[in-house]
């Protein structure tokens, strides 16, 4: 079973996404309603996956992508960011941060699923 932190600040969203892995089968899923409250489940448990949307209130997911990057307990989950944000600049701004992937919503079942397994075997 691999860990996942859905970071997301719409319930709905963040519903849909840890639906669409627990029927995939083979995820747990902890909910995050923004960076602060990632931040405070982060040392709960050991994640496998970061799922986080960029645009939230308190601590968005750029700044949560870099925490992660910078802390030794944290640097090495892969991180999957799903985001309105279309630009190439904010893709690369993620991926320079440290994504491993970028989904852009609205998406589908089938979207989430390949790029958390793209992000999961690193590629």
Known sequence: ?????VVEDSKAI???????????????????????EALKTLPTRRFDLIVTDI????????ELI?????????KEI???????EKS??????GLALGASSYVIK???KEDLMAAVRKTLEGK
Do not use: Q
Not at 1 to 5: A, D, H, I, K
């Open 106 to 108: 609205p998406f589908t």
């Open 88 to 93: 190439d600049e904010d893709k690369k701004r």
């Open 55 to 62: 645009n939230m209130p308190d601590i968005n997911g750029l």
């Open 78 to 84: 892969p991180l999957l960011i799903v985001s309105t």
């Open 1 to 5: 079973m691999r860990n996942v932190l």
């Open 14 to 36: 963040r519903s849909m996404m840890r639906v669409s892995l627990e029927e995939a089968g083979g995820f747990f899923v902890v909910e995050a309603g923004n960076g602060f």
């Open 66 to 74: 870099s925490f992660v990057r910078s802390n030794p307990a944290y």
